[in-house]
């Protein structure tokens, strides 16, 4: 019931908007892929895929002519030490400052972490060369997490992390490295209970576990413009912020941080989140109804930007150089844990640009 009705209070609240084009830029015939992040100062694009099946080869690539191209090189895309190596990349964020951050929460099939490969890794776009790893322990990657997405502050020398396997925001002082789990198990990062997702019409059951898949917090949008984090559990409806600066203070009690929280409103089910540039929205894919909408924080509601069944479960968001959304097709509902052990896929995995987005 509880879900039904957030449905419909999103049908009455929800808009279309139809001048958004969709095109294709790349396509994968093997490997799924989730995190896209675009340089908006070269036009240059950068995939990932995650390490979920047997048909793994590639954690990280640019696309060239279309085709990906491991990045930075070869030796961190093959097998190797967990601190030097990728080993289940989630996210790839390009910042302001031409920098691409890769998150690896290190677990391979979801199926447990790799001792020592929990990590963040900056890359100098100008120089190809790696700058920065920060590793997480235990304390901050624990057993059955999964570090998902990640947002860039770099005007605070800040980075905020989603954990949609066990439910938190990990936050790093990109300066010493030193990072903190907040907000763990909290309601606003927890799925929300009896939630069942239903894609093409079909109830999503993770055969592994004979119940409806609960992810934690997943997607997260970065309002640096006026302060806030977004972050949305992907089952779930409903949206949270967070003013960045409580999340920064360290003298902040952890029942004090928990009242800092806020119940934004309801929206569809999202995987990928991302921020407009000025702040004025926040967009969402929607895994439901092959759409990617726009909410406005003004007056609580959203807009279609696009709907089309090519957006087969669109995964992460983000913008290019001239205001065009890329968005990622991961097709997480055809995997076999969710089809009775066989894959349901029929089309490439593939990387979207939706032209003529309004962004405001």
């Not at 996210?91 to 920098?99: A, C, E, G, L």
């Not at 926040?282 to 090519?310: C, F, G, M």
């Not at 913008?319 to 990622?328: A, I, M, Q």
Request: neutral net charge; glycine residues 8%; aromatic residues 8%.
């Amino acid at each position: 019931m509880r879900n039904c009705f957030a449905l419909v209070l999103f049908l009455v609240t929800t808009t279309l908007v139809s001048a958004a084009e969709l095109k294709e830029v790349a396509r994968f015939p093997d490997q799924q892929v989730t995190g896209v992040g675009v340089s908006t100062k070269s036009g240059r694009v950068f995939v990932n895929f995650p390490f979920w099946s047997d048909d793994h080869s590639i954690s990280v690539a640019e696309i060239v002519n279309g085709q990906p191209k491991p990045f930075p090189n070869e030796e961190w895309n093959r097998p190797g030490p967990a601190g030097s190596h990728f080993i289940c990349v989630q996210s790839v964020v390009v910042d302001d400052q031409d920098n691409l951050w890769v998150l690896d929460p290190a677990s391979p099939k979801m199926q447990g972490i790799v001792k020592g490969g929990p990590k963040l890794v900056k890359i100098d776009l100008r120089t190809g060369q790696l700058v920065q790893t920060i590793p997480f322990g235990e304390d901050i990657a624990p057993a059955k997490s999964y570090l998902n997405d990640v947002r860039i502050d770099t005007r605070s020398g800040m980075a905020f992390i989603t954990d949609s396997g066990k439910g938190a925001i990990i936050v790093i002082n990109l300066k010493n490295g030193n990072a903190r789990r907040l907000l763990d198990g909290h309601t606003s990062t927890r799925p929300e209970k009896g939630f069942k997702l239903v894609v093409n019409g079909k109830e999503l059951i993770d055969q592994q576990k004979k119940a409806p898949p609960q992810i934690a917090s997943d997607g997260i949008a970065l309002d640096a413009k006026n302060g806030y984090l977004y972050y949305h559990a992907l089952t779930a409806h409903t949206l949270y912020r967070i003013k960045t600066s409580f999340l920064s203070d360290e003298q902040l009690s952890e029942k004090d941080l928990e009242s800092k929280v806020e119940n934004v409103g309801q929206t569809p089910a999202p995987d990928g989140m991302l921020e407009a540039p000025d702040g004025s929205s926040i967009y969402l894919t929607d895994l439901e109804h092959n759409a990617v909408l726009r909410w406005n924080p003004s007056t609580k509601s959203t807009e279609q930007v696009i709907t089309d069944k090519l957006l087969m479960w669109p995964d992460t968001l983000s913008w290019g150089p001239n205001g065009e959304l890329y968005v990622t097709t991961s097709q997480i509902e055809n995997m076999p844990r969710f089809n009775n052990g066989k894959s349901t896929r029929t089309e490439p995995y593939k990387l979207w640009k939706i032209a003529g987005v309004n962004r405001r």
